[in-house]
């Protein structure tokens, strides 16, 4: 191998020449990790006279010097070191300054020999010093060992242990002298599962079945009932949609459309069929490297594609592409690492940039949906305006990638190949083969990853518990401290492997579990024994989701579209949405049951979405979200109120309540008799006596206030058509079914 | 929820005591709370601040840091004058960061100086030199603190967001300057959102500059349009829907939902969802009223500049500021011009003769309504762009008549609670390029704000989220009546 120094004259001036400094990164790359004999003089040197100020337990001016990643990526005033050019180093430039800049700032200069030395160390590369801090714990953090199966502990009292899942609670229980909740009643844990499951509401007939179901498997049939469901798909497609910041539109200023539906469907598609986790996984990041890679393979890489894209800054769209897999599958969160090596996690700067050269590996390229397969391209619309039938799918193109100095485009460092982090499992690639994105995805899903397993099974936990074991599901890292139900979490992600990476079967784990029956009743004396609930000694309540609290309120009013697939529709929204675009969208307004279609169907402008989306904290789309929050502000209120589309609804609901069909058993057309149809639709319960009352009293002053008033009467209702006798009782019921839809229960999962 | 309850668990200095004020406005922790003040970090030189920001970067030479030097040499190049050539300090790439494609990885330099479109004088019994395009500012100088040093690092205009958060467009974004102040304070006025934002965002894609991001929406601001028939701009009421039905349903909702706290007594999700309710039916009442303008005498409206075509618009939404802040808004970001209006590449002259007409009345009219309402010591106001413009003529497309954006050397101001009187802090160089010393970054200003509503920005700390020193700036002490005494 070529050896810097032998080429290049150690006193060029480089300076800031990306070029020159290409030239060394290549050059130099081949021997930075081998140890020179003049390196262990250096390091003492360094050690002697830096570490004080620069080491680990101090870090003056942001620089460490003791860490080989940390001397490449330097602190405030830049790299400390270019190896292989010593004339170039600031470090050297510092020693020998007479300013006020001079290192060390204080006591005797350093001698002649000892510059020598440093001279002589960094133009042989720099070797020596380990390219990770060895002093830290990150040897024994406990995400990062592999996973083992755990065995459930046997706990004395079996009558609440329903599974091991249980076991494994109960025991942390017992420990902290906690009693779990009971179950919830049958009516709540259906109206639980189907919004869990499914995002829509239990048929009132279902509910009414599963009441009095005295099968002693009513519950696991329930569970397979709705696992079974097409919309099961469509709910858990949007929750990965999230960590793949999905879009229809490119982002940034631009923000232009994008057509990678096709992507979406793919997702939902792979869920109801069960698809195993590996594949899923190994589709998206590589399907087009698969081995005689089908069409739907090769959509499936589309996951990539929902980068942000700002056109001709494709680096950064390369970046997110690394710490979206970071957060999605490793739990990590990359980006410190992208202008310096991570300070807290064992992830270099170099590091970064080897995970970087993966993605720089490919492009997010057009894909014909026909035949034509990729395009050279993006494709136009043809003569009616129609889209010809294409994604976005990610296509191999290979290419050198260097390191960025502090981040920075600008300043190319070392040439880099496709590698994983040191601290995770050995990528082993057989030969002298660069290592392709395939090699990375068949890594991630490797029986010894002690991440991709674990971070899984956290999120799906989070879905159904509000948080998720580990609470931080982005970041498994130093920072974060080994949770509670550790063991729980193991046994989850070694089951999963152990049984195939079964989605469906992880989901009945923690379904059929007596800790997801739990009531969610919030208990007093949890709030100083276990105020987050991180033991789990009851369920919590969720408010919905942006899209589910729309899909609800539609299903509700019997409104909602079940059409699954396709390509985005444009719902009603507000005026003024997409003024003060830096480049014009529209906003064509969808007829007929596109209208109505669930809401993870929406278009989404990234920097104009649906005002529903950012208002109820649906994410933003710029990077990965493994976890949205649950805001209470009173626009929110406002805008459920008022808003069109959930006006409509109740009047959809009143109609509903009034004139049925029901499917209820009593079917009955006595004012309590609706009242209850209306609870049973939305509450999946009955009324208690004192709402009934409450509620039965404003109808009849409803009635009789627009008895004399048809045209307000007919506002309320929105029906046109209705007929003249029957519009004060229409109207007074859409006013119930409003106070209905606003309250907390209806858009809480309980 | 959730997160507010890790907050208050968490006991991490300030986390902590901005979750206990969340938590009381959400009527969660009731009857034994402290006083406002008590959760700050000391005592406040201002209850509110009036954030004026002026899209697509004035020129500071033209407007707040003239500069003689320019019309000695103009038509020279910087290397061609007696002064160090400030493209070759290194604070030149320091104070820097180019954004477009990778392929233009630097701004091109225009190194042959453009003279002074306007001429400038001493002001005030200060004496302070701001140019002849604020007639009406010139009364009030002696009134302002000047901060000539200013610098950020984007040079493009997403910068308008660095300039609210803090942060470079290709970093992580952080929560904006309002939502901060948002999150650490009480509300005065529990009818009214406490970060208000009039005429803006500008953009779509400065969002940014009014978002909370990490912090959650409840603390971005909220836009209000100055129409007392429709301020906000969701929810609205059903077209003939009458206020008494409106009220009734909230009621009612209200009812059914107590009804439903009986049997979750301890649910402080629904409790915080009930209140919620309550104060959207407040906001709702109070909003419309907080924007009518028609309320205001006419002599009022005339000396904002309401009437008067080249003012109006400025004029409204400082006023409807006066407003807000006289309501206990906390935060209210006003957007006197639209996205980039003052972005001068080509005839500086002209944009910014008409830009700063547009502004100088209402502005001076808020000083002067302020001082006169006795609000003087209770809000500060800040007045603000996103960076300078060259000293050098902008010679793209052969240009002959503008200046480029430029990130290394900007002004600012800043009048009214806690605020020095006929001050200049800081200077640029004498051709304008480099802010001298350690200047300050955007975040400084920051720091200097949240200090005057008594925060203290190295302070405010989330759980979780990483704060860089660079995020928390430092106060600009020399500027305040009471600078900060070292911890």
Not at chain 1, 605 to 622: K, N, S
Not at chain 2, 151 to 176: F, I, K, V, Y
Not at chain 2, 298 to 307: C, L, N
């Amino acid at each position: 191998m070529i050896h810097s120094v032998m080429i290049i004259p150690v006193n060029c001036e480089v300076g800031l020449d990306p070029f020159r400094l290409l030239l060394i990164g290549l050059c130099v790359s081949s021997c930075a990790a081998a140890a020179n004999a003049g390196d262990a003089p250096a390091i003492a040197l360094l050690k002697a006279k830096c570490f004080g100020c620069h080491g680990a337990a101090k870090q003056e001016g942001g620089l460490r010097l003791d860490v080989r990643g940390h001397v490449l990526a330097g602190g405030d005033s830049g790299p400390a070191v270019v190896p292989g050019n010593a004339d170039s180093s600031q470090l050297l430039r510092r020693v020998l300054s007479s300013d006020d800049d001079r290192m060390p700032p204080e006591g005797t200069r350093l001698t002649q020999e000892e510059v020598w030395l440093l001279r002589r160390w960094i133009d042989s590369g720099a070797g020596g010093l380990p390219e990770h801090d060895l002093n830290t714990k990150w040897r024994t953090h406990w995400s990062f060992q592999k996973i083992s199966m755990p065995v459930p502990p046997v706990i004395e009292d079996s009558q609440r242990v329903r599974n091991s899942v249980d076991a494994f609670v109960i025991h942390e229980l017992q420990k902290a002298g906690i009693t779990p909740s009971p179950p919830a009643d049958r009516a709540t844990l259906i109206r639980r599962l189907s919004l869990d499951v499914t995002g829509l509401l239990p048929e009132p007939k279902r509910v009414q079945q599963f009441v009095s179901d005295k099968r002693p498997d009513a519950w696991e049939q329930l569970i397979d009932e709705y696992l079974a469901s097409p919309h099961y798909g469509e709910r858990w497609a949007r929750h990965w949609m999230d960590v793949a910041r999905y879009a229809d539109s490119t982002g940034y200023e631009a923000d232009q459309p994008r057509t990678i539906w096709a992507w979406r469907d793919w997702v939902i598609n792979s869920f109801n069929q069960g698809m195993p986790f590996d594949q899923f996984v190994i589709e998206q990041i590589a399907g087009d490297l698969l081995p005689e890679a089908s069409k739907e393979q090769i959509i499936a890489t589309g996951f990539h594609c929902n980068s942000i894209f700002d056109g001709g800054v494709r680096w950064q769209a390369v970046v997110d592409r690394v710490n979206t897999t970071a957060a999605a599958f490793l739990g990590l969160t990359t980006e410190c690492a992208r202008c310096h090596t991570h300070k807290t996690d064992p992830v270099s700067h170099r590091e970064f940039y080897e995970l970087f050269a993966f993605f720089n590996d490919a492009s997010a390229t057009s894909f014909s949906l026909g035949e034509t397969g990729y395009l050279d391209q993006v494709p136009k619309p043809d003569e009616s305006g129609r889209m010809p039938p294409v994604t976005l799918a990610m296509k191999a193109t290979p290419q050198p990638t260097h390191v960025f100095g502090r981040g920075d485009p600008a300043q190319l460092g070392i040439h880099v190949s496709p590698n994983v982090p040191g601290f995770l499992p050995q990528l082993r690639i057989a030969g002298d083969r660069r290592a392709s994105r395939l090699d990375l995805a068949r890594w991630l899903m490797k029986d010894d990853h002690p991440l991709t397993a674990r971070v899984t099974v956290n999120r799906v936990w989070q879905r159904y518990f509000g948080a998720g074991l580990v609470e931080t599901s982005d970041d498994f890292g130093m920072q974060t401290p080994r949770p509670k139900h550790a063991a729980l979490l193991d046994w989850l992600a070694a089951r999963f492997m152990q049984e195939g990476w079964d989605v469906k079967k992880l989901h009945k784990h923690i379904l059929l579990s007596a800790t997801y029956r739990q009531s969610s009743n919030d208990r007093r004396e949890l709030a100083s024994a276990d105020p987050g609930n991180r033991l789990l000694a009851r369920q919590v309540r969720i408010r919905l989701p942006a899209e589910i609290i729309r899909d609800v309120f539609l299903d509700a009013g019997g409104l909602l579209s079940r059409k699954i697939g396709g390509p985005g529709v444009y719902p009603w929204q507000p005026e003024g949405i997409l003024v003060n675009r830096a480049t014009p969208a529209t906003w064509k307004k969808s007829e007929g049951e596109d209208a109505y279609r669930r809401g993870l169907y929406t278009w989404t402008w990234r920097l104009t979405p649906h005002p529903h989306m950012p208002l109820f904290d649906a994410p933003d789309g710029i990077t990965a979200c493994t976890k949205r929050s649950r805001s209470n502000v009173p626009v929110q209120a406002l805008t459920l109120l008022n808003d069109p589309v959930f006006v409509e609804a109740a009047q959809g609901l009143g109609r509903r309540v009034l004139r049925g069909p029901t499917g209820l058993s009593a079917v009955g057309s006595s004012d309590p008799e609706r009242l209850k149809r209306l609870f049973q639709i939305t509450l999946a319960r009955d009324p208690q006596p004192r709402e009934e009352q409450l509620l039965l009293d404003v109808l009849e002053r409803q009635r009789k206030s627009f008895h004399g008033q048809p045209a307000a009467a007919r506002e309320v209702c929105g029906d046109a058509e209705a007929d003249r006798g029957q519009l004060s009782q229409l109207a007074a019921w859409t006013v119930l079914a409003r106070s209905v839809l606003n309250l907390d229960e209806f858009y809480t999962r309980e | 929820m959730e997160r507010r309850r890790f907050l208050a668990d968490s006991g991490l200095g300030f986390a902590g005591l901005a979750a206990s004020a969340m938590l009381a406005d959400d009527g969660i922790v009731k009857a034994d709370s402290p006083d406002t003040h008590a959760r700050r970090h000391f005592k406040p030189a201002a209850k509110s601040v009036i954030w004026i920001f002026l899209s697509g970067g004035y020129s500071h030479m033209e407007t707040f840091d003239p500069k003689p030097a320019l019309t000695k040499y103009a038509g020279r190049t910087y290397a061609e004058t007696p002064y160090p050539n400030p493209v070759e300090s290194p604070l030149h790439r320091k104070r820097f960061r180019s954004v477009p494609a990778e392929e233009i990885d630097v701004r091109d330099v225009y190194p042959k100086i453009y003279p002074m479109q306007v001429g400038f004088r001493k002001r005030g019994t200060s004496g302070i030199e701001i140019t002849d395009w604020w007639p009406h500012l010139s009364d009030c100088v002696d009134d302002i603190s000047f901060v000539r040093n200013m610098w950020t690092t984007d040079n493009d205009h997403a910068a308008e967001n660095q300039m609210h958060t803090g942060r470079h467009r290709l970093d992580e974004t952080q929560p904006s300057i309002g939502a901060w102040a948002h999150y650490g304070l009480g509300s005065i006025n529990e009818n009214l959102p406490r970060f208000v934002v009039l005429g803006g965002p500008t953009r779509t894609d400065t969002r940014a500059s009014i978002d909370s991001y990490y912090l959650g929406p409840e603390h971005a601001g909220v836009p209000l349009q100055l129409d007392p028939g429709n301020p906000l701009a969701f929810g609205k009421r059903q077209p003939r829907q009458s206020a008494d039905q409106q009220r009734q349903e909230f009621e009612l909702v209200s009812e059914l939902n107590r009804l439903a706290a009986d049997e979750f007594p301890h649910d402080a999700q629904l409790e915080a969802r009930i209140r919620s309710y309550e104060l959207a039916f407040r906001m709702q009442a109070a909003v419309p009223e907080a924007v009518d303008l028609s309320r205001e005498t006419a002599s009022m409206k005339t000396a904002y500049g309401i009437g008067t075509k080249e003012t109006e618009t400025a004029g409204r939404r400082l006023l409807a500021a006066r407003r807000m802040v006289e309501r206990g808004v906390r935060f209210v970001q006003v957007f006197p011009s639209p996205y980039g209006k003052w972005d001068s590449h080509q005839q500086l002259k002209t944009n910014h003769t008409k830009m700063c007409l547009s502004v100088d009345q209402p502005v001076a009219a808020l000083l002067k309504d302020l001082k006169q309402r006795g609000l003087w010591d209770d809000v500060s106001v800040v007045f603000c762009t996103e960076f300078g413009r060259t000293p050098g003529l902008e010679e793209r497309s052969g240009g002959t008549t503008g200046r480029d954006h430029h990130p290394n050397g900007f002004t600012i101001w800043m009048a009214g609670a806690g605020i020095r009187q006929g001050f200049v802090h800081g200077a640029t160089d004498e051709l304008g390029y480099h802010a001298l010393g350690e200047g300050h970054y955007v975040t400084d200003l920051h720091a200097t704000v949240l200090h005057l509503l008594g925060l203290d920005n190295t302070r405010l700390e989330i759980p979780g989220r990483k704060r860089l020193d660079i995020d928390r700036g430092a106060v600009i002490g020399d500027i305040l009546t009471s600078p900060p005494t070292p911890a």
